[in-house]
C-alpha cells in the first residue's frame, strides 16, 4: 500500500439480522482508498449503508467481514476482531451530540478530561481550537445561546481536540439540519479548518451541491447490498462557484448516477 494513502478498505461486507431471523446484507465488498490530506465524500440512497460504513471505521461495530489498512499496517483484522481505531479518528454523528447544561469550552474539553493531561494544557487545547473556528469569544456561551452553524463548529472542536492519531475526521451528514444559507457558511468555514489542520475527511451527506462545493473525490454507493459504484474526481479550483457550468455538468452527472440507484 502506498504511504500516499491514510487508510485503505477492501472488501468490506456487513449484514443485519432481522426479527425473522433472516440475514440482510447492507455492504457488500465494499472498497476505497483515502489518501492524506484528502476531501472524501461519500453519497448514496437513503438506507444504503453509509453510516454503518463511518460506525465501522470509528471503530464502533466490529461485526463486519473484510479488512481495513493503514500504511503498511493493518487496522482490523478479518471479521474485525481487532478493532484499534476506536478513539483514534474524530467522529461527528449525525444526531446533535452537545450537552445543554455545558459551556462552549466545557463542552469542548469535555473528551479531554478522561486524557491525563494538565489542566494548563487542556485549556490551551480549547483555546486554540475556539479561535481557529472564531468561537473564543463565546466560551461561556450555552448551546442554546449560539446559532446551528455555531454549534457544528463546537461540535468539531470537540472531535479536534482529542487530536486524532490517524489524521482522519469522519462526518455523517453534520450539516442536514441548517437552513441553507446556515449551510454554505459551514461549507466554506469546514474548509478552511481543513486547510489549516491538513488532515484528510471522510464525509457523508445526501446533499449533490454540498459534495460537490467541498470534495477532492466523491464516490457514488449503490442500494443495498451497498458497494462503491464509481468514484470521480472534483477538479474544480477552489474557492468553487456553485453557478459554473463545470460545477453544475458534475452536480447532473452525480444526480443521474444516483436516479439509478432508486429502490
Keep these: 500500500m502506498s504511504e500516499d494513502y491514510l487508510l485503505k478498505i477492501e472488501n ?42 463511518l460506525r465501522i471505521l470509528a471503530g464502533f461495530d466490529h461485526q463486519f467481514t473484510g479488512n481495513i489498512y493503514l500504511p503498511n499496517k493493518s487496522i482490523y483484522k478479518k471479521n474485525g476482531k481487532n478493532s484499534t481505531l476506536l478513539g483514534k479518528v474524530g467522529y461527528i454523528p449525525q444526531e446533535e451530540s452537545l450537552f445543554p447544561w455545558l459551556t462552549i469550552e466545557k463542552n469542548v474539553e469535555f473528551g479531554l478530561n ?6 494548563n494544557e487542556k485549556k490551551k487545547i480549547v483555546q486554540n481550537l ?39 475526521l469522519l462526518m455523517d451528514e453534520p450539516f442536514s439540519s441548517l437552513d441553507s444559507q446556515s ?10 479548518i481543513w486547510e489549516k489542520k491538513k488532515m484528510s475527511i471522510l464525509f457523508i451527506t445526501h446533499n449533490i451541491d454540498e459534495a460537490v462545493f467541498l470534495s477532492d473525490k466523491i464516490s457514488v454507493m449503490t442500494k443495498k447490498p451497498s458497494k462503491i459504484k464509481e468514484t470521480i474526481y472534483v477538479k474544480i479550483p477552489r474557492p468553487r462557484d456553485r453557478t459554473s457550468s463545470e460545477f453544475n455538468s458534475i452536480r447532473k452527472y452525480l444526480l443521474n448516477s444516483l436516479y439509478q440507484e432508486r429502490e
Design 12 to 53: 468490506v461486507s456487513k449484514y443485519f439480522i432481522n426479527e425473522f431471523g433472516e440475514k440482510i446484507p447492507v455492504l457488500e465488498y465494499l472498497s476505497l482508498s483515502i489518501k492524506n490530506n484528502e476531501f472524501y465524500t461519500i453519497i448514496g440512497p437513503s438506507g444504503c449503508g453509509k453510516t454503518t460504513l
Design 114 to 119: 478522561y486524557l491525563q493531561l494538565p489542566k
Design 130 to 168: 475556539l479561535q481557529l473556528v472564531g468561537l473564543e469569544k463565546y466560551r461561556k456561551y450555552y448551546p442554546k445561546e449560539i446559532s446551528g452553524g455555531m454549534k457544528q463548529k463546537v461540535v468539531i472542536c470537540r472531535a479536534l481536540a482529542l487530536n486524532p492519531e490517524y489524521n482522519l
Design 183 to 192: 449551510r454554505n457558511k459551514m461549507q466554506e468555514d469546514l474548509l478552511d
